[in-house]
């Protein structure tokens, strides 16, 4: 998938799952590059499954942290759709079978603590379920 155009970049997508786009504030703030804050061990989980077939510009994702709901909509509400990012994204690296793309959520999101538990469940994926601790 390279340099797909908007109209065609659907058909490069195999499925959905959810991930956890963790980042680290400070360090987000602090450092130069976002690469630290945002790629560290630990940073970018994904799962519990791959869902196909499935309307990725129509999902309900709910983010919960410690049970209390923090996002509650559907990516109908995000800013691009998928067929723009996909499109986007090959213009400048060409995706292979198992590449993933974080898109962002259509809400903002607050400090996480350790210890804090957090749910991403993402429709006809399931429940992404992870506990914040300190490294």
Known sequence: CSRVPVAEAKACVFGITAGN????????????????????????PVGPAIAWGVDPDDVLVETRVNGEVRQHERTSDLIFYSAEIVSYVSQYITLEPGDLIYTGTPQTTKALSPG????????????????VRRR
């Open 116 to 131: 804090d538990v957090v749910e991403v469940e993402v429709e006809h994926v399931g429940v992404l379920k992870n506990t």
């Open 21 to 44: 786009d963790v980042s680290e504030r400070d360090w987000q703030s602090g450092d130069l590059q976002w690469f630290r804050a945002k790629a560290s061990d630990t940073f970018g």
